[in-house]
């Protein structure tokens, strides 16, 4: 290194790679409560609601900003443990979450009667972005529950 220069760090260098992985699945499900989550239209009108609009939305956007606090709040006191086995639950239930949702959201579509003027409810695209998120998740906490540092 140059004379005068000072290396300097960023707290993200310290991040491991299974670190790393937990704060994108978590950003993702972060980012997946905040999109459409069910859509319902008929022939003459349409409804779009969000995740936050939704209980199981809000649960999903919490956990997401929990599992963020907790990789940092971990990291800083060397308490990896904690973050790794709460990312793996959390990312299930976020799993569990999201699948109920559109299987729900299926039945209900399914319940109407087959007409013309019958209503479609259909899944949006925040469910499956949240489900990819928790899958991401509880991957990397797996991953570093497993490598123990």
Do not use: H
Request: proline share 1%; with cysteine; charged share 15%.
């Amino acid at each position: 290194m140059q004379e005068g220069l000072v290396e300097s760090k960023s707290f993200f260098s310290d991040l491991k790679k299974y670190e790393i992985g937990m704060l994108i699945g978590s950003i993702i499900i972060i980012i997946g409560s905040l999109l459409p989550w069910v859509k319902a239209y008929d022939l003459f009108e349409s409804a779009t609601f969000l995740g936050v609009e939704i209980l199981f939305g809000i649960i999903t956007l919490l956990f997401g900003l929990i599992m963020i606090l907790l990789v940092f709040i971990c990291k800083k006191f060397d308490k990896k443990v904690i973050s790794n086995r709460l990312g793996v639950f959390l990312g299930f239930i976020t799993i569990v979450i999201a699948i109920s949702i559109t299987q729900g959201v299926l039945e209900m579509g399914y319940s109407y009667s087959y007409s013309f003027f019958s209503p479609v409810v259909e899944a949006d695209i925040g469910v499956f972005v949240t489900l990819i998120g928790g899958i991401i998740l509880g991957i990397f906490s797996g991953i570093g529950g497993i490598r123990g540092d």
